[in-house]
């Protein structure tokens, strides 16, 4: 099983050094791959824009959008965004999509609510798996350009909790990038098993199953305090009274032993992959994190 680490692009005053400071360290390794999500309404990067930095930034890690909302964009300048950053990294770049739950989001940028959907999602989908085939989307005199480097474009996961979403998906993505706030593995479990099975009818190859969770990691009190300011800030579309319910279950916060039993957890359901999603800009966590990952390869 595969880990890989979040970008902090939820955390506050952010900038370029931090950002630079962190692709650069997950880049060393031993992180399988680089994330990062999308907001619109939000003070986090734009995801386009930082998938070139990052291309930039990074020799070898894989670059994972988790998730990118193809219904807040126009498909065919998504599309061309996307090839761009597949060239520009080398053909590293591995698409996460996710129909997104907030309003606001479309609302920011003159999206139409009635897309927010697994079809709308299937259907901008569709015109980017076009536009990547080198296929005209219009009368132009030549197709949109450039190509990816990843004949077909890159690899498509589909950013959901739910296994309804998972079947639905099944027709066009190669994948899951899910998310678990609990960190049930045997629900998680289900999930997978579901995916397995739709692909599978499907006539497709299994599908690349991975999950994410937020995580601190330290002794003490602080991770899960840490964990709870996070939530508090990143869930600010919920009642504060919700997300102070929910924080004390939600994600992860503990010690690297613990960390690595969790993980060996989610190793023994077949999971491919994790993501690690920090609740800090702290680089040390993520230095804390790479022991735990060494330890968790050289005892598998």
């Not at 990074?58 to 807040?72: D, K, M």
Request: proline share 6%.
């Amino acid at each position: 099983m595969h880990i890989g680490m979040t970008m902090p692009v939820m955390e506050p005053d952010l900038d370029a050094s931090t950002l630079r400071e962190w692709a650069q360290v997950i880049d060393a390794g031993p992180f399988s791959s680089l994330c990062w999500g999308e907001r619109i309404a939000f003070s986090n990067p734009d995801s386009p824009t930082l998938l070139g930095a990052l291309s930039a930034w990074t020799e070898r890690v894989r670059l994972v959008t988790t998730v990118i909302v193809p219904q807040l964009h126009d498909p065919v300048m998504l599309a061309k965004a996307l090839a761009t950053g597949d060239m520009l990294s080398g053909g590293r770049l591995t698409v996460g999509l996710g129909v997104g739950g907030r309003n606001e989001d479309y609302n920011a940028v003159g999206a139409d609510l009635a897309t927010q959907t697994m079809r709308g999602m299937a259907d901008s989908v569709a015109v980017m798996r076009r536009v990547w085939a080198g296929e005209k989307v219009t009368e132009s005199v030549e197709p949109v350009g450039p190509p990816p480097l990843q004949a077909g474009g890159p690899q498509l996961l589909v950013g959901t909790m739910g296994p309804k979403t998972v079947r639905s998906a099944a027709a066009w993505a190669d994948g899951l990038a899910g998310t678990t706030l609990d960190l049930d593995v045997g629900k998680e479990n289900e999930l997978f098993d579901v995916a397995r099975e739709a692909w599978a009818q499907a006539g497709k190859q299994p599908p690349h199953l991975a999950t994410s969770f937020w995580f601190a990691i330290g002794d003490g009190d602080g991770p899960r305090a840490q964990v709870h300011e996070h939530l508090r800030r990143y869930m600010n579309w919920i009642p504060v009274e919700y997300v102070d319910a929910m924080a004390p279950t939600t994600g992860w916060a503990g010690s690297g032993s613990e960390l690595l039993e969790v993980l060996r957890g989610f190793a023994a359901i077949g999971a491919d992959e994790i993501h690690l999603i920090p609740t800090s800009s702290d680089i040390d966590q993520v230095r804390q994190v790479a022991e735990v990952v060494e330890e968790l390869q050289r005892s598998s």
